[in-house]
């Protein structure tokens, strides 16, 4: 089986190797991934994708593109030849695309369809206190995330596993279901399942306003939305006019010996930070100051000396 696997980021990697790993049961004639760009600073150098990096390992040849809807990328894919096309965590394709492929095109997503529909499902999950998540295949069809699934795997989630630990569990789920995937396609014995649109849910990209924290919020909400933001792109809010990322935290069981603030006010009790919300306080353990590197709040607090008892997050 001739395969056109595309995928950009470290989640598509365990697939993609899965796949290699089969022999010769699947042949990947192609690896789609995003041009080299600086990927750890603005204005560092380009660096290729986790996913090129492990087509070279495995000697794969790769094509790079960012404009997935040139005629050129088109003719690309056509001339491969390919049976299937496996998309993890790529672009969204046009229909002169996926539909080159003789028997389809299907994508690993990263939540249990309909549920989170959209770029970023294990975020979202997580920030809505989901104890459950998983993975879906499905066939591409031209409204995204819409496509009739193949298989699907659930799995528990942690109370305090944050987007980075889960994004790394499952894209290890998603590389089995992926396989199993292609060898019922193989085998012309898979089973599709319409979407029940009235149980879809939107996962929508993630920005500088929707990431910001809201102090006002009870402290298991901001819990889950510092834990579903960890560690990148990061729960954000000011501190004395600069942006701070906050990347662990823990609720307060048992609650410091003060009365209750205004939701965002700090408080620094036997060598702990915590913030108070809209029920209580929260301890932070993990951030970072603007123009400072990442530490623990046990560091930060080294260098805190702040006289102000009404000092806030904005």
Request: a neutral charge.
């Amino acid at each position: 089986m001739r395969i056109i696997f595309m995928g950009t980021p470290e989640f598509a990697v365990p697939s993609l190797q899965a796949i290699a790993a089969e022999g010769s049961a699947f042949e990947v004639v192609l690896v789609v991934t995003g041009a080299d760009k600086p990927r750890r600073k603005k204005n560092s150098d380009p660096e290729p994708s986790p996913v090129k990096q492990a087509a070279l390992l495995l000697g794969l040849p790769v094509y790079e593109t960012d404009d997935v809807k040139s005629p050129e990328f088109a003719a690309v894919v056509a001339a491969e030849r390919a049976d299937v096309i496996v998309v993890a965590a790529f672009r969204i394709l046009p229909p002169a695309v996926y539909e080159a492929a003789r028997l389809g095109a299907f994508n690993l997503h990263a939540s249990l369809l309909p549920a989170y529909r959209g770029a970023a499902p294990i975020n979202w999950a997580l920030v809505n206190g989901d104890t459950t998540s998983g993975v879906t295949t499905f066939f591409l069809q031209k409204r995204v995330d819409t496509g009739s699934i193949i298989l699907r795997e659930t799995t528990e989630v942690g109370p305090d596993e944050n987007a980075t630990e889960l994004a790394g569990r499952l894209s290890e789920i998603g590389a089995r279901v992926v396989v199993d995937t292609l060898h019922r396609i193989a085998a012309g014995s898979v089973e599709v399942l319409g979407q029940d649109e009235s149980l879809a849910s939107k996962a929508p990209k993630l920005d500088r306003d929707n990431t910001r924290l809201n102090w006002a919020q009870p402290v298991a909400a901001l819990h889950n939305f510092i834990r579903g933001l960890a560690l990148k792109p990061a729960a954000w809010t000011t501190f004395e006019g600069k942006t701070m990322k906050i990347f662990r935290s823990a609720p307060v069981v048992h609650p410091p010996e003060h009365h209750s603030a205004p939701a965002g006010t700090i408080l620094v009790d036997r060598g702990r930070l915590y913030a108070s919300g809209s029920d209580g306080w929260i301890e932070l353990l993990s951030l970072q100051l603007e123009g400072r590197k990442p530490m623990e709040a046990t560091e930060f607090l080294r260098g805190f000396r702040h006289e102000n008892e009404s000092l806030k997050f904005v």
